[in-house]
Each structure stands twice: as C-alpha cells, then as structure tokens.
C-alpha cells in the first residue's frame, strides 16, 4: 500500500512541477489533515492554523522545484507548516499575552484522571497552554529542535526557550493533577 502511495504522491507531484491544477489540489486534499494537524500545534485557533495551512500550500506549489524526492515528501510539508506556523506567531508576537501563570484553580476528582484521558481530551488540555508554550513544546519534543534553534526560530533567548518548555511541562503536570479536562 505504501508504494502504491508513493507513486501516487510522486504522479502527483510531477503534475505540481508542471503547474496543473488538478494535481495541485489532489496534493493539498490529500495532505491537508497532516498539515492541519500540525499548525494545530502552533495556532492559536483552528482558523489561525486553517491559514497557515493555506499559506504553506502556497509557498509548497510555488517552491515545489525544490522539493528532494529522495526524502518523505510528508517531512518537507511539515518543515514548512512548522516554518509558516512560526513565521505567524513571529508577526502576530506584539499582540499576544506570552506569560500565563495564573490557570484556572478547579478541584480534580478523587481518582486517577490520566487513567481516564480521551486523545480529545489531552488535545483540549495542550489547546488551554499559552501558545508561545505550546509552540516552544512542540518544537523541543515533538519536532526535536535544540533550545539554541528554537530561540532562532522564534526571536527569543535560548532561555526564554528553556524556562517556556518547563512552564509548559509544568503547566500540563497542574493541569493533568487537577483533573482540569476542558
């Protein structure tokens, strides 16, 4: 099934770098949920990560010539979701709240909540972090970028980086003890 997969995203592809529409869309409608799913980590909303989507298609067809086909055509989207997400949050920095501290103080049920965790529900609890966390979170442990990248990427000091990544953990940890499923 992945060869047939393979082939096709490679038909695809040649159509992009020959400009056709039909392929452009075939690309953008079988890619869209990945590339949702991860501007949904560095958005504030689902309309902000809707744009970011758009955004990195754009700059996919238009730079689609440099796409290497030796490597997982997935991993170059993500790079410039990842890369669209950041170029967002860095224009958009001057308007946002960076610090959080004050979560909401709800009282957890006597019982193990993680026990209980949906994938719904600890998407919700990552939704509620600031997104300068969610962001420095996703980067370090999900993208797996150093603080020194991040603090390039995000025009912020490597120890910005450091203390928003153990906010962030922090933050879950309180969150997830006090059973706060949003």
């Not at 979560?103 to 919700?124: C, F, Q, R, S, T």
Request: proline share 2%; net charge positive.
């Amino acid at each position: 099934m992945a060869d047939i997969d393979n082939q096709t995203t490679d038909t695809i592809i040649q159509g992009c770098l020959l400009k056709q529409e039909k392929a452009q869309e075939a690309l953008f409608k079988m890619y869209f949920g990945y590339a949702l799913s991860v501007a949904l980590l560095y958005c504030e909303s689902r309309d902000d990560a809707i744009e970011v989507v758009d955004d990195s298609f754009m700059k996919v067809f238009a730079s689609i010539n440099k796409y290497d086909k030796e490597r997982s055509f997935k991993t170059w989207l993500r790079k410039i979701v990842v890369n669209s997400s950041l170029d967002r949050y860095r224009k958009n920095k001057s308007n946002r709240l960076l610090f959080q501290d004050n979560l909401p103080d709800i009282e957890a049920p006597g019982m193990n909540v993680v026990d209980h965790l949906a994938h719904g529900d600890v998407k919700a609890l990552f939704q509620s972090l600031p997104q300068v966390y969610r962001s420095v979170f996703s980067l370090y442990e999900i993208e797996g970028y150093s603080h020194k990248e991040i603090s390039g990427m995000m025009k912020i000091s490597e120890s910005s980086s450091r203390v928003y990544l153990a906010r962030a953990k922090s933050s879950l940890k309180k969150l997830l003890e006090r059973g706060n499923i949003i």
